[in-house]
Structures are given as C-alpha cells and as structure tokens.
C-alpha cells in the first residue's frame, strides 16, 4: 500500500491523502476498487473520528439539518437499524436520553431482523417489520404512535440493477405501509429508494397520505451511487386509494 504526494489541505490543517490499495492475491478487482474508496472516502474517516457506526449517519444528519424532524421529544422508529449509526443520530438530537434540561424527552425504537449491539438511549429490538402485527408490536413498545418512521434499508445486491431497484422499491413501499399504521398526525417518514421509475407508485400514495413529498440526495450519498432519499412530511392518514 503506498501513498501519493499531498494534494492540499482541508479546512481543518489536515494533510488530504489520497491512498491505493494494490491487488492482493486472492482478491477480486472490485474488492480493491471497494477497499481503496473506503479508505479515501472523508465521510468514512469522520465516521471513525466521532464515534459512528458507518457514514450512512452523515446521511440522515444532513437530512435533518434540513427537514428538522428529529426534535425534542419525538418518538422515532428506525426500522433495518443495524449496525446502529442512524440510531446514534436520533438519541440525541430527540433527548431520548433526557440531557436537555428543560426539553422533552424523546424515544428511539430500533427494529432489525438480527441482533444490534446497544446503543445507549435508544431501545432495540429484534423483529420482522413485515411479520403480522408487527404495527401493534411497535405501538405497544412506544406506548403510542410514532412522530418518525425512517429507513435506510437496502436489499442484498444482486448485482444487477433493475433487479435491485426493484428490491428496494418493494422494501421502501413495505415501510411506508408500516408507517401508514402507526405514525401519529403530522408525523414524517424518511426512506432510501433507487432512482429507476419504479418507485412511481410509492410516490404517489405517499402524496396522498402526506402534505409534502420530496426526494433528496443528501451530500453524504456517493455521488456515483443511484440512491435518494424521500422525505415526506405532514402524515395526514392512510391513503384510501
């Protein structure tokens, strides 16, 4: 593994290096390409710097500092919360540890199909969000509905990308419908979705049970990467139609 010359510096006074993995022996092209983006990627670097369990927790900062849905005292559903970054987001900026003199004091509900290691403030289960009853599950655990329903759920790549659009299509619309069931009036529901078309469907139903839709591809998604993010807002009830 080797090292270019410096290219500049960061706003910090920080050396940008650029680094480039050889290929081992044993390990595919992609492996490398994935590796050396991993290592070169800032995102990944403040992520280990701040105590995040991935980059994806920039992504949902971002999209907070913009739609400003995670307050004080919101009740949030973090739904596929493994490995927890997003989670780690939401405790704080909701109070779910009850730090902020003063504020109310919020709730964070992890669900994922395998086990998560504690996040300290936010409570985490293990449950299929499709399982039947899965709603009621999660209504009894918050003692009531959720202001949040959010998602960065992704299906296992099959490395073909209709197929994976699909996937994630149906992954998204699954969610909604589980936020249709237990968001509580004027609650929001953020969701990864692929670009592709087929997500058309899920964005009008989402219009017609929110009072504002719209997609995002917040600065933390790769820019070589097809994902967005739909953030809709205002929960006015489950679509009839």
Known sequence: MGKTPVKGTSG??????TVKVKTAK???????LWLERQLNDPYVRRAKAEGFRGRAAFKLIE?????HFLVPGARVVDLGSAPGGWAQVAVPR???LGEKSGKPQGRVLGLDLQEVDPVPGAEIHQLDFLSDDADLQVKEWLGGQADVVMSDMAAASSGHKGTDHLRIVALCEAAAELAFDVLAPGGTFVAKVLQGGAEADLQKRLKLA?????????????????E????????RGRPTS
């Open 228 to 235: 967005k993010f739909v953030v809709a807002t205002g929960f």
């Open 26 to 32: 044993g390990r595919k092209l992609s492996s490398t």
């Open 63 to 67: 999209l907070d500092d913009k739609f």
């Open 12 to 17: 910090r006074g920080q050396r940008d290096l």
């Open 210 to 226: 929110f009072t504002k839709v719209e997609n995002v591809k917040p600065p933390a998604s790769r820019s070589d990467s097809s």
């Open 94 to 96: 909701v109070n779910a």
